[in-house]
């Protein structure tokens, strides 16, 4: 039960990475902008965090930093495919081409760094109860707060005017434009608060989920991210479900290890990449079921001009 409760700890701790990064391309999705460079943000964001909390001393201070990282990349982004109409895909490859390779030449001078020592977060009472406790309510704030995230952006997306204007956009922004909606200030918008998250993500990495930085630590979690918001087709509640099962995913080879299952660590290790490869093509087979749910306007440039 002990071992149980470990896993599903594990479980929500990794997934919650997974939920943030994708929460944010989500919200670039629901504009109608497809961003492929949240690894290279999340690496630079992950390098932004672990500097400043060396620094600062500041967990919060470094979370902080991963945002604004993630948002001025992110910012960047959206200047050169909403004004400047380059290519969505392109334009994202090379971000996150550019991330990598920056975070490994910037990042060097932080490798032998140490962060302060943690401090443990228990849920008073709650996180006292048997098997409930260790498995729920001892994590760090983070985690709950991504659980929070995920109901605040129900309630925007459906239940607000801006939520219903920014899935317009995404829908069809020639009517939200002839209605007079600044359609390319709202997908900058939803733009930077997607790089924002997805810097939150990459922070949370480097500064709470593993304290260190190592060149490309993110380890293709922006890539998982990307395959999450498609398979939980656009739906928040369906994204933070996903990233719990690819957590539980990721986790599961060192719980096999621990529990000393004779299984080459190579297939462990590629066990979350593979649930990846499997998802998207059980996904594919029913593409009607994913044209109903996509924006329709998603990956497509828009020129108010015309």
């Given at each position: 039960m002990e071992s149980t409760a470990l896993l599903i700890a594990a479980s929500l701790n990794a997934g919650t990475v997974l939920a943030i990064a994708s929460l944010g391309?989500?919200?670039?999705?629901k504009a109608g902008i497809v961003n492929l460079g949240a690894e290279g943000m999340m690496l630079c964001a992950a390098l932004a965090g672990f500097a400043t909390v060396v620094h600062t001393g500041s967990t919060v201070a470094g979370l902080g930093a991963g945002m604004l990282a993630g948002a001025l990349l992110a910012a960047l982004f959206g200047v050169l495919v909403i004004w400047l109409n380059t290519n969505q895909y392109a334009t994202g490859l090379a971000l996150s081409l550019f991330g990598a390779g920056f975070s490994a030449f910037a990042g060097t001078a932080y490798v032998q760094e140490k962060l302060p020592e943690q401090m443990r977060?228990?849920?008073?009472?709650?996180s006292d109860i048997p098997f409930v406790g260790p498995?729920?309510?001892?994590?760090h704030p983070m985690v709950y707060v991504c659980v929070a995230l995920v109901l605040g952006l129900i309630w925007f997306l459906w239940r607000t005017r801006a939520g219903l204007v920014l899935r317009s956009v995404g829908e069809s922004p020639e009517s939200a434009h002839a209605l007079g909606y600044p359609v390319r200030r709202i997908r900058l918008m939803?733009?930077?608060?997607?790089?924002?998250?997805?810097?939150?993500?990459?922070?949370?990495?480097?500064t709470v989920y593993?304290?260190?930085w190592v060149?490309?630590?993110i380890a293709g979690k922006g890539w998982i991210a990307l395959a999450l918001t498609t398979f939980a087709t656009w739906r928040p509640a369906r994204v933070?479900?996903?990233a719990y099962l690819f957590g539980g995913v990721t986790m599961l080879q060192f719980h096999l290890q621990g529990m000393g299952v004779n299984v080459p660590s190579q297939f462990l290790t590629m066990m979350p990449y593979v649930a990846t490869i499997v998802v998207l093509v059980l996904i594919s087979r029913n593409p009607t079921w994913i044209r109903i749910n996509m924006p329709a306007s998603i990956g497509k440039p828009f020129y108010p001009g015309a």
């Amino acid at each position: 039960m002990e071992s149980t409760a470990l896993l599903i700890a594990a479980s929500l701790n990794a997934g919650t990475v997974l939920a943030i990064a994708s929460l944010g391309l989500l919200i670039n999705e629901k504009a109608g902008i497809v961003n492929l460079g949240a690894e290279g943000m999340m690496l630079c964001a992950a390098l932004a965090g672990f500097a400043t909390v060396v620094h600062t001393g500041s967990t919060v201070a470094g979370l902080g930093a991963g945002m604004l990282a993630g948002a001025l990349l992110a910012a960047l982004f959206g200047v050169l495919v909403i004004w400047l109409n380059t290519n969505q895909y392109a334009t994202g490859l090379a971000l996150s081409l550019f991330g990598a390779g920056f975070s490994a030449f910037a990042g060097t001078a932080y490798v032998q760094e140490k962060l302060p020592e943690q401090m443990r977060f228990a849920v008073p009472v709650l996180s006292d109860i048997p098997f409930v406790g260790p498995a729920l309510f001892r994590h760090h704030p983070m985690v709950y707060v991504c659980v929070a995230l995920v109901l605040g952006l129900i309630w925007f997306l459906w239940r607000t005017r801006a939520g219903l204007v920014l899935r317009s956009v995404g829908e069809s922004p020639e009517s939200a434009h002839a209605l007079g909606y600044p359609v390319r200030r709202i997908r900058l918008m939803a733009v930077m608060a997607g790089g924002a998250l997805c810097g939150l993500a990459g922070a949370y990495v480097s500064t709470v989920y593993t304290p260190l930085w190592v060149e490309g630590m993110i380890a293709g979690k922006g890539w998982i991210a990307l395959a999450l918001t498609t398979f939980a087709t656009w739906r928040p509640a369906r994204v933070l479900l996903g990233a719990y099962l690819f957590g539980g995913v990721t986790m599961l080879q060192f719980h096999l290890q621990g529990m000393g299952v004779n299984v080459p660590s190579q297939f462990l290790t590629m066990m979350p990449y593979v649930a990846t490869i499997v998802v998207l093509v059980l996904i594919s087979r029913n593409p009607t079921w994913i044209r109903i749910n996509m924006p329709a306007s998603i990956g497509k440039p828009f020129y108010p001009g015309a």
